[in-house]
């Protein structure tokens, strides 16, 4: 098989998996669970924490707090260079059937920055507490799932995304 057959092959059942869970947006609840849990992604969940840290969390907490914010500093560009590298169009503006459930961030769907910090966030704070590593996962699993189900990503953008924020945690974790 050709090069270009088994892209198109992959494009489909990319398509065909995206059109699929999209259909979940079609629930009122799991809508409004997905979005809600997509808003907080956006970053006011992250930056709330690395303000919350240093005073909850003590010494241990502002080293957290300081290591989340170079981590976000760093997957934010990295995301940056490979959106405007790829310019790879969002599925609610090239897939008949596909709506746009959230407003997103900027123009471009590869990769998603929602999936790139809520692991690589989930892996540092995974490291400093423990204890809430399934609580963490928990939402990260939700946050992957709500950028494909409100149409906002193709299911590889997701993918790499979360690679992407696995790598670079385990990076800044072995500077430790």
């Not at 494909?148 to 992407?164: M, R």
Request: hydrophobic share 50%; proline share 5%; charged share 15%.
């Amino acid at each position: 098989m050709r090069l270009e057959e088994r892209r198109r092959l992959w494009l489909e059942r990319e398509r065909s998996c995206l059109v699929w869970l999209h259909g979940a947006a079609a629930q009122p609840a799991v809508l409004l669970l997905l979005m809600t849990v997509s808003r907080l992604s956006d970053g006011l969940l992250w930056y709330g924490l690395m303000l919350i840290l240093p005073w909850w969390g003590g010494a241990n907490g502002t080293a957290c707090a300081i290591r989340m914010l170079g981590l976000g500093a760093l997957n934010l560009l990295i995301y940056q260079v490979v959106k405007r590298h790829f310019a790879r169009p969002r599925p609610y503006k090239t897939c008949p059937g596909i709506r746009a459930c959230a407003r997103s961030l900027d123009e471009y769907s590869f990769p998603s920055g929602h999936a790139m910090h809520a692991v690589a966030y989930s892996v540092l704070l995974g490291v400093y507490y423990p204890e809430f590593t399934p609580l963490l996962w928990g939402f990260t699993a939700l946050v992957a799932l709500s950028r494909v189900v409100l149409g906002l990503h193709y299911p590889s953008d997701v993918v790499i995304g979360a690679a992407i924020g696995l790598l670079t945690a385990e990076s800044a974790l072995s500077l430790l």
